[in-house]
């Protein structure tokens, strides 16, 4: 194998990776706005989806270790990955009473939960890890799978078989039927006996379930613990992605597979030191500033998106 092969093969691979977690939560957005309710919190789910994964996994295997210090204790990260699913439904289900049940503001309620990825992380690594930033290493973090030199956690396999399967659903199925007409015409769809509000719950459930994913590859799929604000923005990436994708799977997996390539390719040359660091992690916001400057062309989102519904 040459050099230059070697390369590339990395490049594929650094691409494929910093696409996951994207392309899980705008897979989790999709399902969402689909429903009629915008997520703009997919940032803060990932925040609380990796730090669910990483303190479960660690608080698992830490008896095990203690009593053995070179036991296997592979179950942990796949309850950490469980886990990461929980607390990213439990969130999405928070966004959902507020916004369905009680009507607030769906941006406000999404921008309090960012928010709360903040504070609510440090006041749980405090109490747990005597420190506000980091958790535990964990010793047991998802296995790679491939071959030799094209290795991936099975969050990367799971995120690309998503897509099809997300397709599938919403424009296949009498479930996908239900949810994208309350997400257009809730009045029509409730008038044939929908439940419009049990449909969006689905939808918004389903979101946090995907995104909580996609911070779970980000703290024990890439990494072996949970650093402070690791999201570091993916969730707007994502959500901007859904929107250059125009809601659909496919056209999100595109949009992330960009975003992914922009940010493997500054990191790269980040790490040749050809770069600023600064204007390494700014790329793919940069890129996001692009798209939503309308470089792509009128994305036209589900016409009841962020609006209340009224039986």
């Known amino acids: 194998m040459t050099f230059d092969t070697m390369i590339l093969i990395g490049l594929l691979a650094s691409i494929l990776r910093a696409t996951t977690p994207l392309l899980l939560a705008a897979l989790g957005g999709l399902f969402s706005e689909r429903s009629g309710v915008v997520n703009i919190a997919l940032e803060g789910i990932m925040v609380f989806g990796a730090l669910g994964a990483a303190v479960t996994a660690q608080l698992i295997e830490r008896p095990y270790l203690a009593e053995n210090p070179n036991a296997s204790v592979w179950f942990a990260p796949w309850v950490g990955v469980l886990a990461a699913m929980v607390v990213g439904g439990f969130i999405g289900w928070i966004h959902a009473v507020v916004s369905i049940r009680y009507k607030a503001d769906q941006i406000i309620s999404a921008t309090a939960i960012n928010l709360m990825s903040i504070g609510i992380p440090a006041v749980i690594l405090t109490g747990l890890y005597d420190n506000s930033t980091t958790s535990a290493r964990i010793e047991n973090r998802l296995p790679q799978w491939g071959v030799e030199g094209f290795t991936f956690s099975p969050l990367v396999y799971l995120a690309f078989i998503l897509v099809p399967v997300s397709w599938y659903v919403l424009f ?11 997400g257009e015409h809730p009045e029509a769809a409730d008038s044939v006996g929908i439940d419009v509000r049990r449909m969006r719950y689905y939808g918004v459930v389903i979101s946090g379930v995907l995104a909580g994913l996609g911070g779970a590859f980000l703290s024990i799929g890439n990494l072996n ?63 996001t500033m692009l798209v939503l400057a309308g470089f792509v062309g009128r994305a036209i989102p589900p016409k009841a998106i962020g609006k209340a519904f009224d039986k």
């Open 225 to 287: 613990q949970f650093v402070a604000e690791m999201a570091g923005g993916r969730g707007y990436i994502a959500l901007a992605a859904l929107i250059f994708g125009k809601w659909t799977p496919w056209g999100a997996l595109g949009a992330t597979l960009l975003f992914g390539a922009f940010e493997a390719i500054g990191t790269l040359l980040g790490g040749g030191q050809l770069l600023p660091p600064s204007l390494v992690t700014a790329v793919p916001f940069i890129l």
């Open 172 to 182: 296949r199925t009498p479930f996908g039927l239900r949810l994208r007409s309350v």
